[in-house]
């Protein structure tokens, strides 16, 4: 079985809290964030992070590629609520597949199985690009463990081989660093995220120290050739370049509440809201100015679209 790399013993996962919570002007004491893990049905582990103590998590949140369960820990903190923010396979430090197969729907069974473990009641699936693919198709998996979906600037129409392509390559591009700051800058030129401080953090907790003194990413996407983000070769034809149009179904199917938070600089333009509005009328849409990265780049108007979404 592969196994993820860790992170940097030197680096403590929960440092960044403070000034997060800070940042959000999240008010009382920091709440006790703790690993938690989870074994999918082919034995490998998924490992998240509970920010419920010892309440049961009313929100499970799934990041996007090649980011990890800490890009959410701002915007959990702005909203306050018992949460959890999963590892997605091959991210984090939850295990890599052998077969380097990342599609939301392989990664639907792991995921759905560790809602069966670590959840209580239904739960508000917050999925950010390929985590809101998955979490519709959990939905559908799980019906009775989820109250409603929020899909954070993803839709079943974005093309990975097309609209993702410049996440694509800042994450596929380069493979080591000499300096976090030299990662901040590329993520800047790629427009993953305006704010300094923000993008040293995302990177910190997401990237390790070689035995050559290079920085690499800590996420399988990363150490693999010639795949895009959705796992399609994106060579013309159209199955390849719209891999996920089967999930509108599911999104179509669930009886749930669903809703779309669009970024306004991000990979859902109007012809992708136009067809959401289209194929499901009933599904709110609202747009939180930003880059793709939401949950990094805006959290605390990010925290406020959710909020509002789940009244």
């Known amino acids: 079985m592969s196994t993820p790399i860790e992170a940097p013993a030197t680096v403590d996962e929960f440092a960044f809290l403070a000034s997060d919570a800070e940042r959000v002007g999240a008010a009382g004491p920091l709440?006790?964030?703790?690993?938690?893990?989870?074994?999918?049905?082919?034995?490998?582990?998924v490992s998240g992070?509970?920010?419920?103590?010892?309440?049961?998590?009313?929100?499970?949140?799934?990041?996007?590629?090649?980011?990890?369960?800490h890009s959410f820990d701002p915007t959990l903190l702005a909203l306050g609520r018992p949460a959890l923010s999963l590892d997605l396979p091959g991210h984090g430090r939850?295990?890599?597949?052998?077969?380097?197969?990342?599609?939301?729907?392989?990664?639907?069974?792991?995921i759905a199985a560790a809602l069966d473990q670590l959840t209580v009641?239904?739960?508000?699936?917050?999925?950010?690009?390929?985590?809101?693919?998955?979490?519709a198709l959990v939905a559908e998996l799980r019906p009775e463990r989820v109250r409603d979906v929020i899909l954070v600037d993803i839709t079943p129409g974005v093309s990975p081989a097309r609209d993702a392509s410049a996440v694509r390559e800042f994450i596929q591009g380069k493979r080591d660093f000499a300096t976090v700051d030299e990662i901040v800058a590329r993520a800047q030129q790629f427009g993953i995220g305006r704010d300094p401080e923000a993008l040293m953090r995302g990177v910190t907790l997401n990237t390790r120290r070689r035995a050559d003194g290079r920085l690499e990413w800590?996420?399988?996407?990363?150490?693999?050739?010639?795949?895009?983000?959705?796992?399609?070769?994106?060579?013309g034809d159209d199955a390849a370049l719209h891999p996920y149009e089967p999930i509108w179904e599911s999104l179509e199917s669930l009886k749930v509440p669903?809703?779309?938070?669009?970024?306004?600089?991000?990979?859902?333009?109007?012809?992708h809201i136009a067809e959401w509005r289209s194929r499901l009328p009933r599904s709110p849409v609202v747009t939180v100015a930003g880059p793709h990265n939401l949950h990094e780049a805006a959290p605390l108007d990010l925290a406020n679209a959710v909020r509002d979404l789940r009244h």
């Open 94 to 110: 939850s295990d890599w597949r052998e077969d380097a197969d990342y599609r939301p729907q392989r990664l639907t069974a792991a």
């Open 49 to 69: 992070l509970s920010f419920a103590g010892e309440h049961p998590p009313e929100i499970v949140a799934l990041h996007g590629a090649g980011l990890n369960a």
């Open 121 to 135: 009641g239904p739960v508000t699936l917050l999925g950010h690009s390929l985590g809101g693919l998955t979490a």
């Open 31 to 45: 709440p006790t964030v703790r690993r938690v893990w989870a074994t999918a049905p082919d034995h490998r582990s």
């Open 258 to 271: 669903v809703s779309l938070i669009a970024a306004g600089r991000g990979m859902c333009g109007p012809e």
């Open 218 to 235: 800590t996420h399988h996407l990363a150490h693999m050739d010639g795949l895009t983000i959705g796992g399609a070769s994106g060579d």
